[in-house]
């Protein structure tokens, strides 16, 4: 029989390109050269008969057949290479190595993770460095927890799982709680803005149906715990995802200062990839992750 399939080598070169978006960053991460990527390429191009990539100024711009050639074979890529690495390291069936968007890791994961430990003792588990721009194909990696919309990830490619952080709500010293009788009180108080979110008070304000003049913020920092910390120092009040403050409030550090959430599209999911081998510690894992995100009634944290 007559096989129509190109060459491994070929299909590394075109998947790792296609995702850094240059030849030569291609042939770095494959410790080739520039040119056995352009070879590589041209191979696969005249094997398909069809042009994947094209040049925009300094980048190599994937066609939209390229698009829809990468899409079809970028899971076929990623099983055969976790497999491979699988029986080259012979990992643990019960070992599960897992990549955490770092405020929801620090500020929701890691004080639950004692409790998986006690009801799984079996697997092991590890965390991968957050990259901001991981394409979630990474062989030696079983899942991901990312920001995220519906629709955000390819569905033929990835399964995600909602967790928390649609839940957006204001929050305040304790000690300012009884000043704050509806939304426009908070107006009168500093408004403290997240740098990279500055659309969170909009979102609210709009949310619950107050009308504002221009928001200005009287200071903005580029994490939550920062952001708490100025909210607990006095410096003002501040609308943040409830999942990532749990711990404040609980303690009674802060307080939410209006009880109306607001529901964002932005929100916090466990991703993996569906052609991957099933995985019983990863099944295990979700099954954990989803109670503690949405418990039944009685559950607590």
């Not at 410096?235 to 200062?257: F, S």
């Not at 990839?273 to 039944?296: E, I, S, T």
Request: hydrophobic share 45%; with cysteine; proline share 7%.
């Amino acid at each position: 029989m007559r096989m129509h399939s190109p060459s491994l080598s070929e299909l590394h070169a075109f998947a790792v390109a296609a995702r850094l978006g240059h030849f030569s960053k291609a042939a770095e991460e494959l410790a080739v050269t520039q040119g056995a990527i352009s070879r590589a390429i041209a191979r696969l191009e005249e094997h398909l008969g069809i042009a994947l990539f094209a040049r925009e100024g300094r980048y190599n711009v994937l066609t939209r057949a390229g698009a829809d050639y990468l899409q079809a074979i970028g899971p076929s890529i990623a099983t055969i290479e976790s497999a491979t690495l699988a029986v080259r390291t012979r990992r643990d069936a019960r070992q599960l190595r897992v990549s955490v968007t770092p405020t929801l890791f620090s500020h929701w994961l890691i004080p639950r993770l004692p409790d998986f430990s006690a009801r799984h003792p079996g697997i092991g588990l590890s965390f991968a460095p957050y990259r901001r721009d991981d394409p979630l194909t990474a062989p030696d990696i079983d899942a991901w927890i990312r920001t995220g919309e519906d629709g955000s990830w390819p569905e033929a490619t990835i399964a995600a799982d909602y967790l928390v952080g649609r839940e957006l709500v204001p929050i305040c010293r304790t000690q300012d709680l009884e000043a704050i009788r509806c939304p426009a009180d908070l107006l009168r108080h500093p408004l403290l803005f997240h740098t990279n979110y500055p659309g969170n008070w909009e979102s609210w304000l709009a949310g619950v149906g107050c009308s504002h003049g221009p928001l200005r913020p009287a200071a903005d920092f580029e994490s939550v715990a920062l952001l708490v910390q100025a909210v607990i120092a006095g410096l003002g009040v501040a609308v943040v995802q409830r999942c990532l403050v749990e711990p404040e409030l609980a303690t009674g550090r802060i307080g939410i200062a209006i009880d109306h959430t607001v529901l964002l599209q932005r929100a916090y999911y466990l991703c993996r990839l569906n052609m991957r081998p099933a995985n019983p510690a990863l099944a295990d894992f979700r099954q954990w992750l989803l109670a503690q995100a949405h418990p039944v009634e009685g559950d607590a944290f």
